[in-house]
């Protein structure tokens, strides 16, 4: 099974279970978690159903296209469902099923294995879900976001795209994987993968790079005092990403990183409470109407 048709039928099999398809976020994030889908969805009260195929940058991750299973940029499918459905494992082992997995002949495991992202202040209760010892996908109860505290919790689900086509096609290197329709995941990214990882760990201009993240900061800042969480979200993301290509450039200090997390983890919480407000204040106006 193509890459692509991983992608194409994880959709068609959430849209059935009643979530929305999204567009994967047109921003760097290190992970699906990180997009405005995950972040905004699981805060407030609405109930909201989502799912979407995230491209998702490590630049730390990179082995100039020399390594068959880890790579700088990676893609996720990404599952959002609030509050948390009282079936949640039984409808995620039915979509390996769709897949075409057989969940009685391979052995599946749910280890334990909480997630956290610190420079968003968010964390959760969960599992590292294993095809006979392949990591696949991370399943996740979120308990905070933006440094919230969650009420109702959301489940999360994340799969790991170039894992679950490397199980599924019997491939030992996600280079010998097929994108679809004959066109390889090496003609895609070889390239792409050489040249990031020359760039992040060698390349990069770490006063440049510096410079970015203080603006970036800046105007992340700005906007939250001008009520616009948005855009501000946006810079937020900018700053992870800035940060993270530092850190590949080995251009972070131990002190340094504390810093740049506080700073991060302090403007996602003020971004988050100024979206809880906002929709609150949605909420007691739909009711008043009502």
Known sequence: MSLQDIILKLQEYWANNGCYIASGYDNEVGAGTMTPDTFFRVLGKK????AYWQPSRRPDDGRYAQNPNRVQKHNQFQVIMKPVP??????????????????????IKF??????????????????????????????????????ELNPNSMEITYGIERLAAFLDVKNSIYDLEWGNHVTYA????????????????????????????????????????DLYLPAFDYVLKCSHTFNILDARKAVS?????????????????????????????????????
Not at 47 to 50: E, F, R, Y
Not at 113 to 126: H, I, M, Q, T
Not at 261 to 289: F, S
């Open 187 to 226: 003609h895609l990214r070889t390239e792409e993968e050489r040249q990031f990882s020359i760039y992040n760990f060698e390349y990069a201009d770490i006063k440049l790079l510096r410079n970015l993240y203080s603006m970036y900061q800046k105007e992340a800042t700005r906007l939250v005092a001008a």
């Open 86 to 107: 009282p079936d949640g494992q039984y409808l995620y082992l039915k979509s390996l099923q769709y897949l075409g997995v057989d969940i009685h002949n391979h052995d």
């Open 111 to 148: 280890d334990e294995d909480n997630w956290a992202s610190p420079s968003l202040g968010a964390w959760g209760v969960g599992w590292q879900v294993m095809c006979d010892g392949l990591e696949i996908s991370q399943f996740t109860y979120f308990q905070q976001a933006g440094g919230i």
């Open 47 to 50: 109930p909201w159903k989502v």
């Open 254 to 290: 131990v002190a340094e990183r504390n810093v740049f997390m506080a700073t991060m983890r302090n403007l996602a919480g003020a971004i988050a409470q100024k979206y809880v407000e906002a929709t609150d204040n949605e909420t007691r106006n739909e009711a008043n109407h009502e």
